[in-house]
């Protein structure tokens, strides 16, 4: 049973904006969360963690590019993405930050170029 479900990746030109959004399972409000990356070839990487309380944290490649966020009433982690780099170009999922072992969704697959 899938129960993460990531959508808003796309086609964007260096430079630009996209926001992904995920759904999850309830039960997810009690973890802290994250967003992963996995760009071609390469292992799948935290990019941005957000604790239940609303803390966040970010990898070095994205600090000051993306910001992590969730609201859950709607069962939701957000990423916005912006100055978006060719290297961001990636399928994202999010799960739990650390990761747990939990199914991880279909993801979302946003590609950088011009």
């Known amino acids: 049973q899938v129960q993460l479900v990531e959508s808003g990746g796309g086609l964007v030109q260096p430079g630009g904006s996209l926001r992904l959004s995920c759904e999850a399972a309830s039960i997810y409000r009690n973890y802290n969360m994250g967003w992963y990356s996995q760009a071609p070839g390469k292992q799948r990487e935290l990019v941005a963690a957000i604790t239940t309380g609303g803390r966040t944290n970010y990898a070095e490649t994205v600090k000051g590019r993306f910001t992590i966020s969730r609201d859950n009433a709607k069962n939701a982690v957000y990423l916005q993405m912006n100055s978006l780099l060719p290297d961001d170009t990636a399928v994202y999922y999010c799960?739990?930050?650390?990761?747990?072992?939990?199914?991880w969704g279909q993801g979302t697959q946003v590609t950088v170029s011009s």
């Open positions: 799960n739990t930050s650390p990761y747990l072992g939990r199914t």
